[in-house]
């Protein structure tokens, strides 16, 4: 089993900028895809951003595209993700993921989920 632990998120103003991390233990995050995740209260989680397990594939929402940037560092077992010129529609509560599939940009296709971390963008 991989445990996925995320952190960094905090109350930030607009324009701002603020980087996630998340630490993965119990398995190597080598050979896995991941990604992030955004989630806000009744509504669907939805896909953020992928890398794949070489890092030189990454995948981004159109919403977030040219704005954030993930990143990984297979040998401290760690993801990123920088967030830039955040927007109070960022707000959400921010999960990592790791996934078998190459280029999961789905839900579904994680099976391991951290517990997230509460981002708050306010104007």
């Known amino acids: 089993q991989m445990q996925l632990v995320e952190s960094g998120g905090k109350l930030v103003q607009t324009g701002e900028s603020l980087r996630l991390s998340c630490l993965a233990s119990?398995?190597?995050?080598?050979?896995?895809?991941v990604g992030w995740f955004r989630q806000v209260p009744g509504a669907e989680r939805e896909f953020v951003a992928t890398?794949?397990?070489?890092?030189?594939?990454?995948n981004y929402a159109d919403s977030v595209q040219g704005r954030f940037i993930i990143s990984r560092d297979n040998d401290k077992n760690m993801i990123y993700l920088q967030m830039n010129n955040l927007k109070p529609e960022d707000t959400a509560l921010y999960y990592c993921?790791?996934?078998?599939?190459?280029?999961?940009?789905?839900?579904?296709?994680?099976?391991?989920w951290g517990q997230g971390t509460q981002v708050t963008v306010s104007s």
């Open positions: 993921a790791a996934a078998f599939a190459r280029a999961a940009t789905t839900r579904r296709q994680y099976p391991y």
């Open positions: 119990g398995r190597t995050i080598s050979g896995y895809t």
């Open positions: 890398i794949s397990w070489s890092g030189e594939v990454t």
